[in-house]
């Protein structure tokens, strides 16, 4: 198990060298110049001259991209043009809330999908299986700009149950920083108000989030289900007596989910792209608005360590999905 | 588990489950609070950064040597008393208020004053850009603790109004966060250091996220003009529209952006407790010409274009009247306006004659035109549709090309790159011609976003460097009238309008003052009616 979760980890790195490099590459293909950038509205082209020399704008690429490459192995990413603050301050302060709101939408699309996935499935061509088919469909080609903006007019404009945006509220206190999840530091610091207040602030986006993972999730472990039902060791199983419950959700589910696990490894890279809607409309001070904001203002040093640091979590979310695999089904182990 | 361990948790549950039946809490309960949806500046260092996010933020909590009061805007004294300028206008005195003292409660002095500016022109960020090539940082010096003087490299008579843009630090506190020599940059772009009406609340900044404000009771000019202002004001900036209306029509927040969609001016209209703050700013909408293309260098095919826009159609249908027509690039408002101009209307015949008149002097019109357009920035798409259909009618190709904003205006760094057409507004950063015409058409500024019509004209190079020089305001009035007049014949670029500002408010807001300088809001003159 160590070995195989070692040559995962092995593949991560020239995964990420490749995304630098194209990153890099992409961003100087734009005809913008970043020296313009950090000179801001009013510059003279005195002004913006002077900034190129300063910031080495002038030299060759290859040589600007080893020298960020050497800052970028010292978790140096140097200084936003658009904040004017260090990159790495700024992704710290808003990478927590990206992926509470990610993480916890993948937690519900799991809890909900892959029940749903197997009732389907041990009721094939049953109205409970028409019934997920179809809804599955549908949540699959419902809009998640439109969803959200339905579920604010719902719950926060007409009933007023919830709020219409923001991570917390005003009148609340935050709890002390710790890991900069608000519904793990509200937990350790035994504020139930706080936490109370951050699961209200997360509910709107989180259903608008994970309606398509929920869907997705559904429709893989149906399949997977169905596959695993045909096998001999079902038909052996109920033949000895073992229990349907038992058979279905112990010994047929571990069989019939390898795909869904993988794509919720997946999933997690399309919900930080899918985010970056959501958290414009509920104002979620994530990391998908500062990558918009970057991007819009060719803010280089941003683009750079955003796509490095997302390209990195996602990295290791399909790691633990691959060792998560590796458990759940030993053929893959010995697959490698 | 312990007795007391399960009460407490009981407790904990219990408070859990009453805050979990609260419905979404009210803003606007608080008559002390007020609740902004004004997006917030990317940095919070007036000397890196100075765009139209900047502006409420820093009139708010810092004072200027002078500063802009009311709609048109006039020019004030602030933290100086008066100034005086020598018979060469070279050197300028400038004589402080005394009893002015910073959030932290030391007293502002000249000392202050020439560091400020002596940050701002060595970072040499945006706010330097008016005065960088005028002014030296040592130069700025304080001949008395109460007197500052500049010396200027050449006569410049916009200087007094560009002293808004340079918020005056509090000097000691910067010094004692400066890291190797960064000006305490690093600090600033998180804290504050000013004597404005209002001191941050650092505890509870959250950048681009949440932004408090608490009055400073100290402040130099008193609150006895409005007692009543806000003791707090709130900044929760939404990224959405539709959000942000939602939250002003559910008391959310008290005012929008002031860049309300014309769409929504209806919908918050037929609502109950809220309304339109309506503005005409001096902020100026057009669509700009690569002169020194083929075959914009051409003026008949320019004028061919300037004849081809729907002026009426747009302000009037699209923009629904929130915008006054402006055929120059001059705001209506401003002195220096001629007021007799004409400018260009829409009339396709007459711009099919100057087309025809471009192509029997040998001007190919075969190729496509790209028209770029500011991404996320609607009105700009709307403006360059408009305009795509009425050049198809003259037999002109155009495609529309969308792009984020700071690669449009790194792209007119050099003529053969810059777009053939582009929309955009040139926003007020200070009230003086210089601001438009000077930075837009004075080939000295060739290489900047502002000069991106690469035109160039001995005649108005003159006529804009002999304003910029001479102190008679009758005799700059002149010549910046003779100079747009010029602009005007030579077709240079296509001029729509002066955009009105549109900001959505609660009732309860009373006594909102616009200011065309950026569209800040200075919340020292605003109180929450009960």
Known sequence: MLTFALRRVGMVVPSLFGLLVLT???????????????????????????????????????????????????????????????????????????????????????????????????????????????TTVMATAVATFWLAIMLQLLFAMDLHWLPLRGRFGDDIALPAPVTRFLLIDSLLALRWDAFVDAVRHLVLPVLALSLGSIASIARFTRAGMLDALQRDFVTYG??????????????????????????????????????????????????????????????????????????????????????????????????? | MAKSSRARLSRLFAAAAVAATLSTSCAWADPNVLVSGDPLPASLDPHQLYDVTMQTYMLNTYDTLYRYEGNPPVLQPWLAESSEVSSDGLKWRFKLRSGVTFHDGSPMTADDVVYSFRRVLSLGKAPAGALKPILKPDNVTAPDAMTVQLQIDKPYAPLLSTMPIVAIVNSRLLQSHTVNDDWGTAWLASQEAGSGSYSLDTANYVPQERLDMRRFDKHFLGWAENPAAPKEVRFRPTKETSTRVLALLNHSIDETDGYLPTDQVERIEKADGVRVEKNVSMALFLIRMNNSKPPFNNL??????????????????????????????????????????????????????????????????????????????????????????????????????????????????????????????????????????GQMYDSQFAGTWKASSWYKSDKVDGLLRKAREVTDQAQRQQLYEDATRQIVDDAVDIWINNTVELRGVSSRLQGFRYSPVGGGTEMRWVHLKD
């Open chain 2, 300 to 437: 008949d095919f320019r004028k061919c274009l300037s004849y081809a826009f729907n002026y009426t159609g747009f302000n009037r249908d699209i923009l629904k009247n929130f915008a006054a027509r402006d055929p120059t690039p001059m705001p209506v408002n401003l002195w220096g306006y001629p007021k007799d101009i004409k400018g260009y209307e829409y009339d396709l015949t007459t711009a099919r004659s100057h087309c025809d008149k471009a192509r029997a002097a040998g001007v190919a019109m075969d190729r496509e035109l790209e028209i770029h357009v500011p991404a996320q920035l609607e009105q700009t798409t709307q403006a360059a549709q408009l305009f795509q259909s009425d050049l198809a009618t003259l037999g002109l190709k155009t495609r529309i090309v969308t792009e984020p904003w700071a690669q449009l205006t790194g792209s007119t760094a050099k003529a053969e790159g810059s777009p053939d057409l582009w929309v955009h507004w040139v926003s007020t950063y200070f009230v003086d011609p210089e601001n438009w015409i």
């Open chain 1, 24 to 134: 890099f590459v992409l961003i100087h293909a734009m005809p913008s110049d970043p020296a313009t950038v950090l000179a801001g509205d009013n510059a003279t082209p005195a002004q913006i001259q002077e900034i190129r020399q300063k910031f080495g704008l002038d030299r060759s690429l290859p040589v600007q991209f080893l020298a960020y490459l050497d800052r970028a192995v010292r978790l140096d990413f140097g200084e936003s043009a658009y904040s004017h603050r260090p990159v790495a301050q700024d992704i710290l302060l808003r990478l927590p809330a990206t992926l509470e709101l990610v993480f916890v939408s993948l937690v519900v699309a799991a809890a909900i999908g892959v029940p749903l996935g197997t009732i389907a499935a041990t009721r094939h061509n049953q109205l409970p299986d028409f019934v997920v088919r179809i």
């Open chain 1, 238 to 336: 109920r033949a000895v007596g073992i229990a349907r419950w038992r058979l279905i959700w112990i010994y047929v589910l571990r069989n019939g989910i390898s795909a869904t696990v993988t794509q919720i490894g997946l999933l997690f890279g399309s919900l930080i792209a899918g985010g970056v809607v959501v958290e414009a409309i509920f104002d979620w001070p994530g990391i998908g608005g500062y990558a918009v904001s970057s991007i819009v203002s060719a803010d280089e040093s941003a683009v750079l360590a955003v796509t490095l640091v997302i390209g990195l979590i996602y990295s290791v979310v399909n790691i633990v999905v691959d060792i998560v695999l590796g458990l759940v089904d030993p053929r893959v182990r010995e697959k490698g």
